[in-house]
């Protein structure tokens, strides 16, 4: 039976934490290095009704894509919801890690999970990293649809292929417009347009895009875009962090049991069509 100490290092081994962003928090956030782990839990955020599945199913640790503490902070009292997710898990006896954008620019990463979801061929990283000497790993992914299919066509694989939430996929573009190459990245990836462009894809396939960046984006080149839940776009790495482990496992032959959170955590709730025409 492993330590908490032996798991981190396999993860770490996976996805090393000098691979994350400099403002990023990945890593240990709490647990006892010494305690035994016999079960683990994936989930995207570190939040009350994850911690709650897994003290139900008395896993030993939870590893999220999100940070718990993102900017740091001077107290873990019970009196924020932070504080109650910390005081859950030490209570239970579970740790807690997280691995973020160190996951993200691994190869293969959170992009790579979302490309192979959606029925997209990687080619390469849509931001390679300089450190790479292979050039496999960086932010986002581009890839091939084989075969071409029009923008509706691929959105509507796309919302099959994602975990389904209240917002669902916005599409900007011709509809009968034929896609062959696509650049895809795994969460927040407006800030990205100007590698999209320079990549000569068909669409952008990502999450959280905001009206003007994605306004100008449609202005500037013929791409389209097509924005789902922040949540669903890097739900697919967890099974793909979750295999990584199990070969950590069974090369050292441990035994331990796992589970991918299938609670949806997306912050959005409902949809309202609208019918008023301006």
């Given amino acids: 039976m492993p330590n908490l100490s032996d798991v981190i290092t396999a993860l770490e081994e996976v996805y090393p934490p000098q691979w994350a962003e400099s403002w990023d928090a990945v890593g240990l956030v709490c647990g006892d290095p010494r305690a035994e782990v016999r079960r683990v839990l994936f989930a995207v955020d ?32 019970a009196t924020t919801f932070k504080g109650r997710v910390v005081h859950t898990l030490i209570s239970n006896g579970i740790a807690l890690h997280v691995a973020h954008t ?17 029925g997209v061929r990687v080619t ?6 300089p450190t790479d000497p292979l050039g496999r790993r960086g932010g986002g992914r581009v890839g ?13 694989q796309v919302a099959e292929g994602l ?5 669902g996929v916005r599409v900007s573009g011709d509809p009968t417009r034929l896609i062959s190459r696509v650049a895809v990245c795994g969460g927040s990836g407006d800030s990205l347009f100007a590698e999209v462009r ?6 952008y396939l990502t999450a959280d895009l905001r009206h003007h960046p994605a306004s100008e984006a449609a202005e500037a080149a013929p791409v389209a875009l097509l924005d789902a839940a922040h949540w669903a776009t890097e739900w697919p790495w967890l099974a793909l962090a979750e295999r990584a482990l199990h070969g950590a496992a069974e090369k050292r032959g441990w035994a331990v049991d796992t589970k991918v959170s299938h609670r949806v955590t997306d912050p959005w709730t409902a949809h309202a069509p609208m019918s008023f025409t301006a």
């Fill in 144 to 156: 091939l649809l084989e075969p071409p299919l029009t923008l509706s066509a691929f959105a509507a």
């Fill in 46 to 77: 570190p939040v009350q009704a994850v911690v709650d599945e897994a003290v139900e199913w008395g896993a030993d640790l939870v590893v999220t894509h999100h940070p718990l503490y993102l900017r740091g902070t001077t107290s873990v009292a």
């Fill in 198 to 203: 320079a990549a000569g894809v068909d669409a």
């Fill in 163 to 167: 975990p389904a939430t209240a917002a």
């Fill in 124 to 129: 390469g990283p849509l931001v390679p990293d």
């Fill in 102 to 118: 160190n996951a993200d620019h691994a190869d293969p990463g959170v992009s790579d999970a979302l490309a192979e979801a959606v």
